[in-house]
């Protein structure tokens, strides 16, 4: 069985500042990878998403994460955050095609002026 | 991308009574829907996994008698709360896949249920 663990509840950061949202994972077979987002009362928003190939992944809203195997990790970045970033976040990983999804806790990011 | 919609957005129901909420893949054959509940401050919990046709796979812990999912058509899954207490009360998310290769997983908007 898989499993997910965002290590970080909550993270607060300044508007324009850089900001990491980790998470790290555990399975016995390769997974796909998955950054979620999520706005109050709304359902979620794919961020991007690691299948195979490069390990730098680009996703929408200027965030990227890089896929880690050896540490087991895949930790969501942006470089320079904005107040509309907001909300809550979920890493998730998947066995494959039509494999159900094992979601971690979620961060809850805030972003201050 | 592909779109999948959740009706109704939000029920609030009294104790006793069942509700319907409905998943559905606007531009794309779900070959499979998941079933998931959210608490409030809490991560997804899935509930059940649906494949057109066939009957849905549980997970551990969730009852099927009370959660009743039937997946009729490719672009239709509904899930039934029977006999709602407050304790059901919750945000229920559908999340769709379909055929090809990229292992995507669409989200519905969610379903807040209210149980009075």
């Known amino acids: 069985a898989q499993s997910v663990t965002q290590l970080d509840s909550q993270v607060p950061v300044f508007e324009e500042a850089p900001v990491e949202l980790r998470c790290n994972y555990s399975?016995?077979?390769?997974?796909?990878l998955f950054w979620y987002v999520q706005y109050p009362n709304q359902g979620l928003q794919l961020l991007l998403k690691?299948?195979?190939?490069?390990?730098l992944v680009k996703g929408i809203n200027g965030f990227e994460a890089e896929f880690n195997k050896s540490q087991t990790s895949f930790h969501l970045r942006k470089p320079s955050v904005h107040i509309s970033d907001t909300a809550e976040y979920f890493c998730?990983?998947?066995?494959?095609?039509?494999?159900?999804?094992?979601f971690g806790d979620g961060t809850t990011l805030t972003v201050k002026p | 991308g592909a779109v999948v919609s959740q009706h109704p957005s939000r029920v609030i129901c009294k104790s006793g009574t069942s509700v319907k909420i409905e998943c559905r893949s606007l531009?794309?054959?779900?070959?499979?829907m998941f079933w998931y509940r959210q608490f409030p401050k809490q991560s997804l919990m899935l509930m059940a996994t649906?494949?057109?046709?066939?009957?849905?796979?549980?997970e551990q812990g969730v009852e099927k008698d009370k959660f009743l999912i039937n997946h009729a058509s490719l672009t239709l899954s509904t899930l039934t709360v029977t006999s709602a207490h407050p304790e059901d009360s919750s945000f229920y998310i559908c999340?769709?896949?379909?055929?090809?290769?990229?292992?995507?997983?669409?989200f519905g908007p969610g379903t807040r249920l209210t149980v009075t």
């Open positions: 999340s769709a896949t379909g055929q090809g290769p990229s292992y995507e997983q669409y």
């Open positions: 399975s016995s077979v390769s997974v796909y």
């Open positions: 690691y299948l195979s190939g490069s390990t």
């Open positions: 998730a990983v998947r066995l494959g095609v039509g494999g159900k999804s094992t």
């Open positions: 531009d794309f054959q779900a070959t499979t």
């Open positions: 649906s494949n057109e046709g066939s009957k849905a796979t549980y």
